[in-house]
């Protein structure tokens, strides 16, 4: 039975699924209205997370997805958009035109004045444990859920996670992600954009979820 899990970056569902299964349904809906996010509580919320490969693209195969004074970003030519609204945040996500999986979700989020920047965040290597390790619950008898840290980078003012996740009764996710910080006339955003794909899948979906991650920037930074 699919469990609905609810928090201030959104509603998603989280589909039973067996662990051959490669297309369980997504829904990365919005959620209620949340204040802007403080240092204190933001590592509570971010889903981040992923080291990216130097991309080679081709013009033929991939479109650039840019919103003035927002984010750019470039996916794969059939890719279709979809976006919405969780209060003051907004989540954009990226996924093929006859699939949801694999899929890019860009949230943007406005920051706390307590929040100066990506260091704010702490290490880049504190960052990422604190992430991973919130997820994980392989210790516990039975095991659940199994958050594996791939690798963690801080490059050009902005953090890359590299993540694997396991949950009882699925197949295993894999998440490349990148964290960086724009400022608009009044205040700071933190954009967190992360791509998922089936670790199955991996030989044919890998390859454009690390380009789109890696394509990744923020436009008024």
Not at 15 to 33: D, E, G, M, W
Not at 128 to 155: E, F, H, I, Q, W
């Amino acid at each position: 039975m699919a469990s609905v899990h609810t928090n201030c970056v959104g509603t998603y569902v989280r589909p039973a699924v067996p662990a051959t299964s490669s297309r369980p349904p997504f829904n990365a809906a919005a959620a209620a209205a949340c204040p802007l996010l403080s240092k204190r509580n933001l590592l509570l919320l971010v889903p981040l997370l992923a080291m990216p490969a130097t991309p080679v693209f081709a013009a033929d195969e991939y479109q650039v997805y840019e919103e003035q004074d927002k984010f750019s970003l470039t996916v794969p030519k059939d890719w279709i958009k979809g976006e919405g609204k969780a209060g003051s945040r907004r989540v954009v996500a990226f996924h093929p035109s006859k699939a949801t999986f694999p899929n890019v979700n860009v949230i943007i989020t406005n920051l706390g004045a307590d929040f100066t920047g990506i260091g704010s965040l702490g290490s880049v290597d504190a960052f990422a444990a604190s992430v991973v390790g919130s997820m994980d619950r392989s210790y516990k008898r039975p095991p659940g859920t199994a958050a594996r840290l791939v690798n963690a980078v801080s490059r050009n003012g902005m953090y890359y996670l590299d993540y694997t996740v396991q949950t009882p009764g699925e197949a295993q996710r894999h998440f490349f992600s990148v964290a960086g910080v724009g400022e608009t006339q009044f205040y700071k955003q933190l954009y967190t954009a992360t791509g998922q794909y089936w670790e199955a899948d991996g030989d044919r979906d890998r390859k454009a979820l690390q380009e789109a991650i890696e394509s990744f920037r923020i436009v008024h930074k």
